[in-house]
């Protein structure tokens, strides 16, 4: 049974990842109902998504081979660094720094306290009607081109709040974009390219602690957890490709709803004592 569950974790991680709706929180909603009835945990959470980053690499592979070569290039003086792809290298550099440090200070409250379901619920709320303002009141104007240095540092700080469950990766720098003028595509393929680095580090860092200490309690063991990433990159792939045609014409509202409708039904279930928090 452990099998299929993990299975279904996995679609449930690639359906979920790039939309604006938080995978995580989704993998620790969906883990109360299956059988099992238990949290996939955080390292779970953390090594499925880089199926999901595999994805991402496949995506934009042209534009995260030229951003590499060319800021390598200008590392040893054969590209200036005004280069708009080396530029753009050290803007991901620099947004990523926020979660990776936040990410290490955290790390035990990440693991526990941060994956209570009351705190998901209201997460799941609270920024879906943040990310409705930006969606509503952005001015949709910037392309990716314009990207300051200080909005990089903006988007990784949004970034790094998506390391409570609830808040959304996608969703925090989608906002973030969103709320300082960028356009919905510029907003989200920033997002993507932004989340690479993190998300591997985090997912190569949580496998090799699962492989040096192997939790005797973790719900799913190492096999069934890779199986769930395979199945998270063939999906995540198809949703990336989806969601980048679909804002190109449409708002987030759909995201923002159901965000909310999610968080209201968990507190309800929740106050009946239907699931553990």
């Given at each position: 049974?452990?099998?299929?569950?993990?299975?279904?974790?996995?679609?449930?991680?690639?359906?979920?990842?790039?939309?604006?709706?938080?995978?995580?929180?989704?993998?620790?909603?969906?883990?109360?109902?299956?059988?099992?009835?238990?949290?996939?945990?955080?390292?779970?959470?953390?090594?499925?998504?880089?199926?999901?980053?595999?994805?991402?690499?496949?995506?934009?592979?042209?534009?995260?081979?030229?951003?590499?070569?060319q800021w390598c290039r200008a590392i040893v003086?054969?590209?200036?660094?005004?280069?708009?792809?080396?530029?753009?290298?050290?803007?991901?550099?620099?947004?990523?720094?926020?979660?990776?440090?936040?990410?290490?200070?955290?790390?035990?409250?990440?693991?526990?306290?941060?994956?209570?379901?009351?705190?998901?619920?209201t997460m799941l709320i609270v920024f879906g009607v943040i990310l409705a303002m930006a969606d509503?009141?952005?001015?949709?104007?910037?392309?990716?081109?314009?990207?300051?240095?200080?909005?990089?540092?903006?988007?990784?700080?949004?970034?790094?709040?998506?390391?409570?469950?609830?808040?959304?990766?996608?969703?925090?720098?989608?906002?973030?974009?969103?709320?300082?003028?960028?356009?919905?595509?510029?907003?989200?393929?920033?997002?993507?390219?932004?989340?690479?680095?993190?998300?591997?580090?985090?997912?190569?860092?949580?496998?090799?602690?699962?492989?040096?200490?192997?939790?005797?309690?973790?719900?799913?063991?190492?096999?069934?957890?890779?199986?769930?990433?395979?199945?998270?990159?063939?999906?995540?792939?198809?949703?990336?490709?989806?969601?980048?045609?679909?804002?190109?014409?449409?708002?987030?509202?759909?995201?923002?709803?159901?965000?909310?409708?999610?968080?209201?039904?968990?507190?309800?279930?929740?106050?009946?004592?239907?699931?553990?928090?």
């Amino acid at each position: 049974m452990n099998w299929i569950e993990a299975i279904i974790l996995g679609i449930v991680q690639g359906l979920t990842e790039f939309l604006p709706i938080s995978s995580s929180a989704h993998l620790r909603v969906v883990g109360e109902f299956l059988p099992g009835a238990a949290d996939p945990g955080a390292a779970f959470t953390a090594i499925t998504q880089i199926g999901t980053e595999l994805a991402v690499l496949l995506y934009f592979w042209r534009d995260i081979t030229r951003i590499i070569t060319q800021w390598c290039r200008a590392i040893v003086g054969k590209v200036p660094h005004t280069d708009p792809d080396v530029r753009m290298g050290w803007l991901i550099i620099i947004g990523s720094i926020p979660i990776a440090v936040l990410g290490l200070l955290f790390e035990d409250y990440i693991d526990t306290s941060f994956r209570s379901l009351w705190l998901v619920a209201t997460m799941l709320i609270v920024f879906g009607v943040i990310l409705a303002m930006a969606d509503t009141w952005g001015r949709q104007i910037k392309p990716i081109s314009r990207l300051s240095w200080r909005d990089g540092i903006l988007y990784g700080l949004a970034q790094a709040l998506a390391l409570i469950p609830g808040v959304s990766r996608s969703g925090g720098t989608i906002t973030m974009g969103l709320a300082l003028g960028y356009t919905r595509k510029a907003a989200a393929r920033y997002a993507f390219l932004l989340a690479v680095p993190a998300v591997f580090a985090s997912g190569f860092y949580k496998l090799a602690q699962s492989i040096a200490e192997p939790d005797p309690n973790a719900a799913y063991g190492m096999g069934e957890t890779f199986v769930a990433t395979i199945v998270a990159f063939v999906i995540g792939y198809a949703v990336i490709a989806w969601l980048m045609r679909f804002i190109t014409n449409n708002s987030f509202k759909i995201f923002v709803w159901y965000r909310i409708l999610l968080g209201v039904a968990l507190y309800i279930l929740l106050g009946l004592g239907a699931i553990n928090a």
